[in-house]
């Protein structure tokens, strides 16, 4: 036997249990990273309910003032809701929720209407039929609605923020504007709701 | 009626009782599993249109 053959079976031996050692630890390392990768989704997740319990009414006002029919309503707040979701985890608490939760939803409404652009609108009655108060509350609740609606896209979510009591900063932040521009923008976004009541109080 | 003689808290008050009466409770579909399963058909034109989930994302 020569001192090669002699030591091999030892050197592999070695490597043998040094290649085990190593898998292991990697091993132990993937399931240490599965487990905190599922504790991480259960905390996203109670993250996630603890956001829509608070944004809930938000969410719901901001699709319903871009639908025209129950059936268009319910897909943008299920597509809002995915999309809230699925951005959770960008969510660097940069801005506050509130404008982060308007940001997601606008633009999630914004590109669920192009892509569905042929929704068949019915009669508002029938959207109208999911607001459930009494009939004084429901009648602003429509007229402030029918007002929204002759806005465009962009209009739209900038005095529903203000309505909302946002800060000019923090709409202009959401839209990408700057705040002079927000505040003309709601001047004139003002002046057109007005013209509408007026029209509304002539019939 | 301008800009100016518009009742600002009557809208507000409005905005926010819009919020409160859709009737759609937060736990409706914001359970993360179900997200992505649409519970009923997409509605184009009328017609029913079955989709196991949001296909154009």
Not at chain 1, 117 to 135: A, C, K, M, N, W
Not at chain 1, 156 to 185: F, H, P, Q
Request: net charge positive; aromatic share 8%.
């Amino acid at each position: 036997m020569t001192l090669d053959n002699a030591i091999s079976p030892r050197i592999s031996l070695t490597i043998g249990l040094r290649m085990q050692f190593l898998w292991d630890r990697i091993m132990r390392f993937a399931a240490f990273s599965a487990d905190s990768e599922k504790l991480s989704d259960i905390a996203l997740e109670r993250q996630f309910k603890a956001m829509i319990e608070i944004e809930n009414a938000t969410i719901s006002k901001i699709c319903f003032s871009y639908s025209g029919s129950v059936a268009e309503f319910d897909d943008l707040r299920q597509d809002a809701l995915i999309n809230i979701w699925r951005g959770m985890q960008g969510f660097r608490g940069e801005a506050s929720k509130k404008t982060w939760i308007y940001r997601v939803t606008v633009n999630s409404c914004l590109s669920t209407i192009r892509k569905q652009s042929r929704y068949q609108h019915e009669s508002l009655e029938g959207l109208y039929g999911l607001i459930e108060t009494d009939d004084s509350n429901k009648e602003a609740i429509e007229k402030i609605h029918r007002a929204i609606g002759i806005l465009g896209a962009q209009e739209k979510a900038i005095i529903m923020m203000w309505l909302d009591e946002l800060s000019y900063e923090e709409i202009a932040t959401c839209m990408g504007l700057n705040r002079n521009t927000v505040a003309t923008k709601i001047r004139r976004i003002k002046d057109k709701i007005a013209k509408e009541y007026k029209k509304e109080e002539r019939i | 009626m301008s800009a100016e003689n518009l009742d600002i808290v009557q809208m507000r008050k409005a905005w926010l009782a819009m919020g409160q009466s859709l009737g759609v409770q937060p736990s409706q579909g914001n359970d993360p599993e179900n997200l992505n399963k649409r519970k009923r058909p997409l509605t184009v034109f009328g017609a029913n249109i079955e989709c196991s989930g949001p296909s154009h994302y």
